[in-house]
């Protein structure tokens, strides 16, 4: 099955963009053609975008707080016989409801240059710095280190835990060559243990390996290798009693989502002490 959908925004549309593919992820076989209309704040913007939908029937989101541009939008969609459909409008009644005001209804408020925005870049800035081991003695200052063998998504998942504010370092875990003793003395960061099976990681590792044109038959994906590789790295995090996280069949999105699920429990322990 083919679908045309029609995503509009006044303002960057990651709202939008993150509801439809949570949306999507629930059906298969879906052949689904995108079309993002960022940034649509006029009347003529709109014009255009509906000739292209006339010209693309399918489903139309839209989060939109202009009233005259919504309303000449439904209107034109429901000519047209094409559902349009606002999918932040039953939280926002909820919450009007609630708190007994209405939205302020400015486009990309979430997108505010706030205090919390200056903390997110800080945290990226943080996090890229201390990528793979560097700048050992700047750790405590860190939120979060991650620890793991060679390709066990540690970079990655530092990058989205910073972009979720958290100022995130990582490092290597080798046989041949310990960790600083300054890892084994922090206070302040989470240090959290990723592993994953042995053959997931010979595969991905002979994956990086074919990518660079490199030889593939080396210790660094041979299978005896690999697992002591990985039984060292267990061994380590069990001795200094670091959570683990298993990282073979998890997304980078539900291994970041069970970090902070571990961080909000160590801040609330921390607070009924």
Not at 7 to 13: E, I, K, Q, V
Not at 183 to 204: C, E, M, N, W, Y
Request: proline share 5%; hydrophobic share 40%; glycine share 4%.
């Amino acid at each position: 099955m083919r679908l045309h959908l029609h995503l509009l925004s006044d303002s960057t549309g990651e709202t939008l963009e993150n509801i439809a593919k949570a949306a999507l992820a629930q059906y298969d076989d879906v052949e689904t053609l995108r079309h993002f209309w960022p940034m649509v704040r006029s009347e003529a913007h709109l014009e255009r975008i509906l000739q292209e939908i006339a010209q693309n029937p399918g489903l139309v989101l839209y989060t939109l707080v202009n009233p005259e541009i919504r309303r000449t939008l439904e209107s034109r969609c429901r000519a047209m016989g094409l559902p349009a459909i606002a999918p932040l409008d039953p939280v926002n009644h909820a919450l009007s409801n609630l708190l007994g005001q209405e939205a302020k209804a400015r486009p990309g408020r979430q997108h505010t240059l706030d205090a919390a925005y200056f903390a997110r870049v800080d945290a990226i800035q943080f996090t890229i710095a201390h990528d793979d081991g560097l700048l050992a003695e700047d750790w405590e200052e860190a939120d979060i280190l991650l620890a793991g063998v060679s390709r066990s998504s540690k970079t990655p998942t530092s990058i989205y835990l910073a972009n979720r504010g958290y100022k995130t370092a990582n490092i290597p875990i080798v046989v041949e060559s310990p960790p600083p003793a300054e890892l084994f003395g922090l206070k302040h960061p989470l240090i959290v243990g990723l592993t994953t099976s042995a053959d997931r990681l010979i595969q991905i590792r002979r994956n990086r390996l074919l990518s660079l044109n490199q030889a593939t038959e080396t210790s660094y994906v041979e299978q005896d290798a690999v697992t002591r590789e990985v039984a060292f790295a267990r061994r380590m995090f069990a001795d200094n009693g670091w959570p683990v996280i298993d990282v073979t069949r998890r997304s980078i999105e539900e291994t970041a989502a069970a970090i902070i699920q571990l961080c909000n429990e160590r801040t609330l322990e921390k607070g009924a002490q």
